[in-house]
Nanobody, 113 residues
Framework: VQLQASGGGVVQAGGSLRLSCRTA????????MGWYRQIPGKERELVAT???????TYADSAKGRFTISGDADLNTVHLQMLNLKPEDTGMYYC????????WGQGTLVTVSS
């Protein structure tokens, strides 16, 4: 599944960004979509996921500041990020789980102090 991500950028601490990700073509059996963050030298880590049944998961660092949402078919997902902190900096990757996982190309988020 090909994913198209957008919305990264440079923002000052306390600012906000909205990341978006959509499938290149309609997928009927999407089960979970989510966002993961990776910084150089570290493993990719979960930020937030949204399941087909509407349930969500968040990293502890994202709780209360980030909100994940998506369409009913789970072909589009958004990540609204508020009160950004320098430690939120990283490459954000969109993920979709159908039978297996697929990843988007990544969008860079830089939060300056």
């Amino acid at each position: 599944v090909q994913l198209q991500a957008s919305g990264g950028g440079v923002v000052q601490a306390g600012g906000s960004l909205r990341l978006s990700c959509r499938t290149a073509r309609r997928v009927f059996s999407s089960r979970v979509m989510g966002w993961y963050r990776q910084i150089p030298g570290k493993e990719r880590e979960l930020v937030a996921t949204l399941s087909k049944d509407g349930s969500t998961t968040y990293a502890d660092s994202a709780k209360g500041r980030f909100t994940i949402s998506g369409d009913a078919d789970l072909n589009t997902v958004h990540l609204q990020m508020l009160n950004l902190k320098p430690e939120d900096t990283g490459m954000y990757y969109c993920n979709i789980r159908v039978i297996s996982d697929s990843w988007g190309q990544g969008t860079l988020v830089t939060v300056s102090s």
